[in-house]
């Protein structure tokens, strides 16, 4: 093999191939890095929130909203488990400490209605900010990774898809406009994702 990307640099350090193709299509990978583990992190900490905005659905009007949430909740999930390999592949890794992973994730928004915890409409209003600050992010790695990291893409595609379909939801509950929901045959059905986010088991 004669191309220089394969050899390493020194004898201590890991030749990975798999970084150095993508720097040698223009990539910035440890912005890269940077913005998947904050995806990360607002990913889990959204699966984290909904899990108590869903409890607090409650009475005839948060009845109907529960199954809705929990099928954005688990894909949150999904999201979360689908970019953990990509990660340290690229040479990153989840911050040691737990506090710091979910305060970089700014999601205090989500947390209950302060005047009245079930408030329905307040609710689906906070997982709608969620679902459109996530499409956001996505969208990012996208952007950054079109054309250079086939890999990344990939996973940010398929997320990036889901996200979309769950801000089509809260959309159609908040204002009426119509989503072409299918309901998911399962909560965690993730059709886009699955693949992703095989560590799931389901
Ligand atoms: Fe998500
Ligand atoms: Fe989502």
Not at 25 to 48: P, R, T
Not at 56 to 67: A, V
Not at 158 to 185: A, C, N, T, V
Request: charged share 30%; aromatic share 8%; hydrophobic share 35%.
């Amino acid at each position: 093999m004669s191309s220089d990307i394969v050899k390493g640099d020194t004898k201590d350090e890991a030749n990975v191939v798999g970084i150095k193709v993508l720097e040698k299509n223009g990539l910035d990978v440890k912005q890269l890095v940077d913005m998947l583990i904050y995806n990360a992190s607002v990913e889990f900490a959204a699966y984290y929130y909904f899990t108590n905005l869903r409890m607090h659905c409650t009475g005839f009007d948060g009845e109907s909203i529960k199954g809705i949430i929990e099928d954005a909740r688990m894909e949150d999930l999904s999201h979360f488990e689908s970019c953990l390999s990509r990660i340290y592949e690229l040479g990153g890794m989840l911050p040691n400490d737990a506090n710091e992973f979910i305060a970089m994730s700014q999601t205090e928004f989500l947390q209950l209605p302060s005047i009245n915890k079930t408030d329905v409409k307040e609710i689906i209003k906070k997982c709608l900010k969620a679902e459109q600050g996530a499409i956001v992010n996505w969208n990012k790695v996208c952007n950054v990774t079109a054309g250079k990291d086939p890999a990344t893409y990939d996973i940010a595609k398929d997320i990036l898809r889901e996200e979309i379909e769950h801000e089509s939801w809260f959309l159609e509950l908040l204002y009426g406009r119509p989503s072409g929901h299918m309901r998911r045959k399962y909560p965690g059905e993730r059709p886009h994702t699955k693949k992703q986010s095989r560590s799931l088991n389901f």
